[in-house]
């Protein structure tokens, strides 16, 4: 939450910033987005060359700079492979996703129309007693969904197409009569941290006055959570927002159910009642907030899901792999080949950003070594070893698909797979052990089933170590003395025990059984 001593002394939230621009109408092909001037003021709709064109980013490189003294190619090193950035096809679709939501969100938004302002406030006038009860939810045709995998490139991505748009626009008339409007193309924020709706409403507050130096931060800011997202949907309305992006959205798990829940329902009636399209981007860990009903995985489905993974090896991997390899500054040039491309897709468990960081470490482990500076599988192995000791388990197990192995780490297991280990572990438990002897070993090193890991490569990929690490942790699992515990039926020990089983909550489970009771009942 935004804290501060007295109204003078803030502290600013910082959100994406983009470019303000006057309006320039453009003539537009398609004839229902002709005579709307927030449609006509857009950039016009690009090609799939015009898309990659903006959205890559290829700094510049110079062979001689292999001849610098190390200290220096170490910072050169850096600051190239920070800033590069390879358009791939997924890439293009959400490009396509976000002009479609904008465009769209504008059809039934027009100043030019004398009937679309009264009409609007009509509307939002009856969003206020909506956010006491449940609200009756219509479909959020136009919004959607980022999940994926962290380092897959969902924030980078976003934040690449919103910044090829004029954030604000700033009208002054249209078709020879006056027309006096700020226009908010795109706004994206961050989920706060607590998962808090106050919190979420008090940040854009401050990412509009940072934009337009309004003042609506200290105007609001004070007022109770419901007051807080009419104002938040009325500035909405007022400067026509196009597009309303809110990243890491897994910060929702951490807010009480009704709070996650009320949320996403007030993003469904602020798309009903504006006609504001909202992408939520977020990791795996978000799965189970988004699509804990069908009504809200309808309502994020508008564009399609855009669930990213990480990529396979095959022609994209190729693409983005050559694209990075130019980047070298070894002293000794090194030519890409099969075997490298296939260690470095080993060792990122194919997840963009870690590739780039397995390159930009092996650079400078080759450097600082003080020999022939090569690239080689072998230099590739000794950097991860040495310098991503705490994520390479994580890497070998999605590399692999131990996703049994990856329960812990919600925010890299797809939610079908996390419920399919489950599912796998419990049978696996509730199994007898004279049924084979694969389930007797499983049984003798614990519950956990026995996952079979693939041979380690040529490449020296980390699934022997990962393998160790997983047996390690079996091994030190202690059993109860006197073996499992079988408790008598109906017993508060055998509830607890079911509550894993069933899929239910403990306290729905224990009340159930009759273990709570309400207070008016004793």
Not at 20 to 49: C, F, H, K, M, T
Not at 142 to 163: A, D, E, F, H, N
Not at 382 to 394: D, K, Q, Y
Not at 461 to 489: F, L
Request: net charge neutral; charged share 20%.
């Amino acid at each position: 939450m935004i804290k501060h001593k007295d109204e003078s002394q803030l502290c600013h939230y910082h959100s994406l910033k983009g470019r303000l621009e006057r309006a320039a109408y453009r003539d537009q092909d398609i004839l229902d987005y002709v005579g709307n001037p927030l449609i006509e003021a857009l950039p016009p709709i690009w090609s799939d060359q015009e898309v990659m064109r903006l959205l890559q980013d290829k700094p510049e490189y110079h062979e001689t700079q292999r001849t610098l003294p190390g200290q220096q190619r170490h910072h050169l090193i850096d600051t190239a492979l920070n800033g590069l950035f390879v358009p791939l096809p997924m890439h293009h679709l959400v490009e396509q996703a976000f002009s479609r939501m904008i465009r769209g969100g504008y059809l039934q938004r027009n100043p030019a129309d004398y009937r679309y302002m009264p009409q609007s406030l009509e509307k939002l006038d009856e969003l206020g007693p909506s956010l006491h009860g449940q609200g009756q939810a219509l479909s959020m045709a136009t919004s959607t969904y980022m999940i994926g995998t962290p380092g897959v490139g969902k924030t980078s991505t976003s934040q690449r197409i919103l910044l090829q748009y004029p954030q604000v626009i700033e009208h002054r008339n249209y078709g020879g009569r006056p027309l006096t409007l700020q226009q908010i193309v795109w706004l994206k924020l961050e989920c706060p941290f607590d998962g808090r709706i106050k919190n979420l409403c008090l940040n854009f507050f401050q990412a509009v006055d940072n934009l337009l130096s309004t003042n609506y931060y200290l105007r609001y800011h004070r007022c109770t959570t419901e007051v807080l997202l009419v104002h938040m949907a009325r500035i909405a309305l007022l400067h026509c927002l196009g597009i309303l992006v809110i990243d890491e959205v897994q910060h929702l798990m951490v807010a009480k159910t009704e709070g996650s829940a009320r949320m996403l329902n007030f993003f469904v009636q602020m798309e009903n009642t504006i006609g504001t399209p909202i992408v939520l981007v977020g990791t795996n860990e978000a799965l189970p907030c988004l699509t804990g009903a069908f009504r809200q995985t309808r309502r994020g489905t508008g564009q399609g899901d855009l669930i990213w993974e990480s990529l396979k090896e095959g022609k994209v991997w190729d693409l983005f792999v050559q694209a990075l390899w130019r980047y070298q500054f070894t002293k000794t040039p090194t030519k890409l080949t099969a075997e490298l491309s296939h260690a470095l897709f080993d060792y990122s468990a194919g997840i963009a950003d870690f590739a780039i960081k397995v390159y930009r470490l092996a650079q400078h482990w080759a450097i600082n070594a003080h020999k022939d500076e090569m690239l080689t599988p072998e230099v590739l192995r000794r950097a991860v070893e040495e310098n991503l000791r705490l994520p390479s388990t994580i890497l070998g197990h999605l590399l692999n698909k131990n996703w049994s192995l990856l329960q812990d780490v919600p925010d890299v297991v797809p939610l079908q797979k996390r419920r399919a280990a489950h599912s796998v572990a419990g049978e696996t438990a509730s199994q007898p052990a004279s049924q084979s002897p694969s389930t007797e070993r499983n049984e003798s090193q614990g519950s956990e089933p026995l996952i079979v890991q693939s041979e380690t490569s040529s490449a020296g990929t980390p699934s022997t170590e990962i393998k160790a690490v997983s047996k390690s942790r079996k091994s030190n699992r202690k059993q109860p003395p006197g073996g499992s515990q079988h408790a008598p039926a109906g017993s508060l020990l055998q509830v607890v025990q079911a509550v894993g089983q069933h899929g239910t909550a403990p306290y729905e489970t224990l009340r159930q059984a009759g273990f709570v009771r309400q207070a008016t009942a004793l």
